[in-house]
């Protein structure tokens, strides 16, 4: 199937996506050469704020009417390919990125990292580095960005981080992550080696790749590759295990970014796996399926059994991404819709409750719940923001991860019936259970020691209401009204569906005749028929 290709010029009247990324580097650039913090903080307020403009720029030209890859721009150079572009699949996870980096600086402003250059630097460089790996449409060019990744996390959790192992916990990320990575790699090579032939050149072009993908060789060994390297970066069970020890012991503002950093799996499947090898795809869908219902429940049921708020929203995070791999793995217009959707809800409101831990973090000096409790009268604000992003990850109606998942369940029954819908209805119920068990344990209830240790008294500051209300507001308006995100998605999600013809074709119920009775093949019909 050929894919329309609109060149930046048609719609931006500059080139826009390599713009978003080098505005972010260049201002991590002029942080790391300022002599003074203030200075520092100015030139990340910068540039994350002009990168936010742009990318409400971005969404405003984008054609969404236009199924296809869109601002596209892509240089030849030294016989190296560049090419970049955004679609359905990744246009929402841009300003998503550039919204929550602005957010967290403004966190920082309330943190003791306020005056610590090389802590906002890297806040820029993460940012840097997402936009240029959701926008990239070369294989090895999304592969660089992902290894440019390991820098600026592993230098804040060391640098900023709250716990007490963070070495420890720096070279267990690298294990898994270098893991995948060098799988990932290798699905890639073989995916551009495999189509080297008389007629075709080495090339890591994924337009390139997508339109030549009939002549493959060894689908299954790259599908293997491929998707066990992305389950370890989204995470998926049983390839966890880094995330809970990194967020008990990284630092929230970097933890912010790192929710849309962990939507790049689920981005890498739908971009790199569903259109290269959807045969293979459609064969392992069982698969996959059974590790998301696991995932699902063992991510639940390990919730409820935290004490540590930050290893508590770790392991929600690993039960919504079971969540949205088996509606990906539906193979139809609903299941993706509602996957991209609901990536994005979810990388918002587990920010909102980041948001909100980190600031009572920073006042007791505690992420313990038996440590917490009573806080609802003094930290109102924070309250509010943990649980209006808690009902947003409970897809309660209002929020986007109603319609999302709404979506997501019907392509699923549509694809694998009522059973596996009704046991992701039951994994919802179990999210619900331990989100508002943690709101209660740290808000309502009374703290089980009689003398708390630390100084929990309320800071009125202007920053944390800033933050509440962008949030509450973002979740509650495209819950609202989630029409305009859909349209963006809509046409990209549909045309993947129309790959494979046995999952994503939607059959109609009735049949399309008033009267009940079976229609007859027309002669012009027929003939036609006879024709073929």
């Known amino acids: ?49 002009l990168t936010l403009l742009l990318s409400v720029y971005l969404l405003t030209v984008f054609d969404s009417a236009t199924p296809g890859i869109h601002l596209v721009e892509h240089v030849h150079f030294a016989g190296l390919s560049y090419r970049v572009g955004v679609d359905g699949t990744n246009i929402l996870f841009i300003p998503l990125t550039a919204v929550l980096t602005l957010l967290a600086l403004i966190y920082t402003l309330i943190t003791r990292h306020v005056t610590d250059r090389l802590f906002i630097a890297c806040l820029l460089g993460y940012e840097t580095v997402l936009i240029g790996a959701f926008a990239a449409l070369n294989v090895m060019q999304f ?91 989204m995470p998926l069970f049983p390839f966890h295990g880094w995330l809970p020890v990194l967020a008990e012991q990284g630092t929230v503002a970097s933890a912010v970014i790192f929710l849309v950093g962990l ?73 993706l819709e509602g996957s991209l959707l609901l990536s994005v809800a979810y990388g918002l409101a587990m920010a909102g409750m980041l948001f909100s831990v980190g600031l009572i973090y920073e006042r007791c000096r505690t992420a313990y719940l038996p440590r917490l409790g009573g806080l609802f009268d003094t930290n109102g604000t924070l309250a509010l923001l943990f649980l209006i992003s808690a009902l947003s990850t409970m897809v309660m109606p209002g929020t ?73 507001l973002l979740l509650i308006g495209t819950g609202f009204y989630t029409t305009p995100w859909l349209n963006f998605i809509d046409q990209d999600a549909a045309a993947i569906g129309k790959q494979f013809p046995m999952h994503g074709a939607q059959i109609p119920l009735n049949p399309p005749f008033s009267n009940g009775e079976v229609s007859q093949p027309s002669d012009a019909d027929t003939k036609d028929d006879q024709h073929e």
């Open 1 to 49: 199937m050929d894919i329309t290709v609109t060149p930046w010029s048609v719609s931006a009247a500059f080139p826009l996506l390599t713009t978003l990324t080098l505005v972010p580097l260049a201002a991590m650039i002029a942080i790391l050469f300022s002599r003074s913090s203030t200075v520092a903080l100015r030139f990340g307020f910068a540039g994350a704020s």
């Open 143 to 233: 592969w660089l960005w992902c290894v440019l990744e390991l820098i600026p996390v592993a230098l804040l959790t060391i640098h900023a981080g709250t716990g007490q192992n963070r070495r420890w916990v720096v070279v267990r990320l690298l294990q898994y992550w270098v893991s995948g990575l060098l799988m990932t790699l290798a699905g890639f090579l073989l995916l551009a080696f495999g189509l080297i032939d008389a007629e075709h050149a080495l090339t890591f072009d994924w337009l390139t790749l997508k339109q030549n993908n009939a002549y493959l060789h060894d689908e299954v060994l790259i599908f293997i590759l491929l998707f066990f390297g992305f389950a370890i970066r």
């Open 263 to 335: 939507k790049l799996g689920i981005y890498a499947v739908i971009r790199f796996i569903l259109p290269m090898v959807p045969g293979v795809a459609e064969q392992w869908a069982g698969f996959v399926v059974t590790l998301g219902l696991i995932s699902i429940f063992y991510g639940a049921l390990l919730a409820l059994m935290q004490i540590n708020i930050r290893r508590l929203l770790a392991f929600a995070v690993i039960s919504q991404t079971g969540m949205l791999v088996i509606g990906t793995f539906c193979f139809n217009e609903n299941g």
């Open 400 to 472: 986007p991860g109603f319609d999302a998942a709404h979506l997501l369940v019907e392509g699923i029954i549509e694809e694998d019936g009522w059973l596996l819908a009704i046991a992701i209805l039951v994994g919802n119920v179990m999210s619900a259970a331990f989100l508002l068990w943690a709101f209660q344990r740290i808000f309502m209830a009374n703290p089980k020691r009689a003398k708390q240790p630390y100084n929990c008294a309320h800071h009125p500051v202007w920053k944390e209401r800033f933050i509440t209300v962008v949030i509450c």
